[in-house]
């Protein structure tokens, strides 16, 4: 692993006797001190810490559906919640971040850093949220600034499947057959990339087909893992054609990129939701059901 520093020469300084809500301000990050504000968490983030300070910028919280942030304003706890897993307890510099790094966020949740080459420069990120600025330093901690508003954890991939909002309930039967329910309900260093068909697109299949699929350990075993990549990718990761390992051995998923430059994978299957953060990493519903070859309808049957 590659200390950070080298890869990032912007490195913003402040005021040492500036607290962090103040630098903030200084800064013009309005949106979220208004909101700290309303959380009730001001005072904590002025006179307690050290604390890491991952700030999404004004234009970050205007990516927001309006009607997310007029449930938030209106929700105080819900809104600390999403603040609070902006927060990492310590300062933690530039200098010091490792890509692939998991940092735990001041209400127990965990946040991923990683580093994204490409053409001549290295971006540093938190889960999907790209680092603007680094290092502003301040009398008790220090703030990054990124473009978007981080995703609280929602549980376990298995909380995030079971979810009715999703719509993609289904796949649970699939990690049921296969006996991997726990492996994907537990939280441990391990991290998984899940892309998770929906219902209707597991219903668009055979069903004698997807009986079999279900009813065959092994079967079952394999269409899993090959929805799932060892590891964390976010969509800004999913920018260019290539190829995703997957936890099948030796079967990988074909990434290729539309004319709006939105992934495809398997020429097939689109996203449909993206970057849905999880207590063990990160879930993607897709639109179609990926199928290896050796579980295509030719040969299982």
């Known amino acids: 692993m590659k200390c950070l520093l080298a890869l990032l020469p912007f490195i913003c300084l402040a005021s040492a006797s500036e607290n962090l809500v103040d630098c903030a301000n200084a800064a ?44 938030l304003q209106k929700d105080s706890s819900a809104l600390a919640n999403v603040l609070q897993y902006h927060v990492v307890k310590g300062s933690i510099y530039s200098w010091d971040m490792v ?23 290295t971006s540093l990120y938190f889960n999907q949220a790209k680092v603007t600025k680094v290092d502003l330093q301040c009398s008790n901690g220090v703030i990054y600034l990124v473009d978007e508003v981080l995703n609280v954890p929602e549980g ?16 649970m039967e699939f990690l049921e057959a296969a006996k991997l329910t726990d492996v994907f309900n537990r939280t441990s260093s391990q991290r998984y990339t899940m ?19 279900k009813s065959n350990y092994i079967y079952a ?19 260019h054609a290539g190829t995703l390992s997957t936890m099948y051995r030796g079967h990988s998923i074909s990434v290729t990129v539309d004319s709006n430059n939105n992934p495809v994978l398997n020429h097939a299957a689109t996203l449909q939701v993206t970057d849905i953060e999880a207590e063990n990493g990160v879930v993607h519903i897709i639109s179609h059901v990926l199928i290896p070859s050796t579980l295509n309808p030719g040969v299982v049957g």
């Not at 299949?205 to 079999?212: F, G, P, R, S």
């Open 28 to 71: 013009n990050l309005t949106t979220f001190t208004s909101f700290v504000n309303s959380a009730g968490l001001t005072d904590v983030l002025r006179e307690q810490g050290p604390f890491t300070l991952i700030v999404p910028t004004n234009e970050a919280f205007a990516k927001l559906p309006a009607a997310t942030v007029a449930s």
């Open 99 to 121: 890509s692939g790094e998991i940092l735990s966020s001041l209400n127990g949740h965990y946040i991923r850093v990683y580093a994204q080459a490409s053409v001549g420069k």
């Open 156 to 171: 376990t991939i298995v909380d995030v499947i079971k979810n009715p909002d999703y719509n993609i309930s289904g796949f």
């Open 195 to 213: 892309f998770v068909p929906t219902n209707a697109a597991i219903a668009s299949l055979d069903a004698d087909y997807i009986t079999k699929l």
């Open 221 to 239: 075993r394999h269409i899993v893992d090959y929805h799932v990549h060892p590891g964390t990718i976010h969509e800004k990761s999913l920018d």
